[in-house]
């Protein structure tokens, strides 16, 4: 009898213990944004979404990316180049970019598309805050479209 009831008493402190650790964590997960409006507020909400994001489900168990593409790499466009592309907006202020650099920190990649590149006339190592040749992808709503099929989950905020 008393083992018997050791063993209720085990089984049900492994069932209290793994539902705690399922309710309190949401697991791995990939995930991908997508943003392709130049709406600073809009923007700007999208880092808060990321960050919500990063805060509840914790950095190391995310692998989180943001496709930007059109409109969209205003995100990272520095002021100062704004002439020098045919974008009407420019919003990598200061501000923004240390959003950027703090969700880098935390290991979220920011991938812009080649082909906005191209047809908007920037130069992503002058013009772009904080952007290198390994951030640069081909197109970036293929870009998506396989990010999708490796498994992330899809957000446009």
């Known amino acids: 009898m008393t083992m018997r009831l050791v063993s209720t008493l085990i089984t049900g402190l492994a ?15 990939k995930v991908v944004y997508h943003i392709n409006y130049d709406n600073p507020k809009q ?15 914790g950095a190391e168990n995310l692998d989180l990316k943001v496709v930007l593409h059109g409109n969209g790499l205003t995100l990272l466009l520095e ?3 704004l002439g020098n592309t045919k974008f009407g907006k420019a919003n990598a202020s200061d501000q923004m970019q240390a959003r950027v650099s703090n969700l880098k920190n935390q290991g979220v990649a920011f991938n812009v598309c080649a ?3 191209r047809g908007k006339k920037v130069d992503y190592l002058q013009d772009l805050y904080d952007v290198d040749k390994a951030d640069v992808v081909p197109s970036g709503v293929a870009e998506l479209s396989k990010l999708q099929a490796m498994g ?5 905020p």
Not at 15 to 28: C, D, V
Request: no cysteine.
């Open 79 to 81: 002021p100062d180049a």
């Open 43 to 57: 923007q700007a909400g999208a880092m808060r979404n990321i960050q919500n994001h990063i805060n509840a489900v």
């Open 15 to 29: 069932l209290i213990i793994s539902g705690a650790a399922i309710a309190e964590g949401y697991g791995k997960q």
């Open 115 to 117: 082909n906005t590149l």
């Open 152 to 156: 992330y989950t899809y957000i446009k």
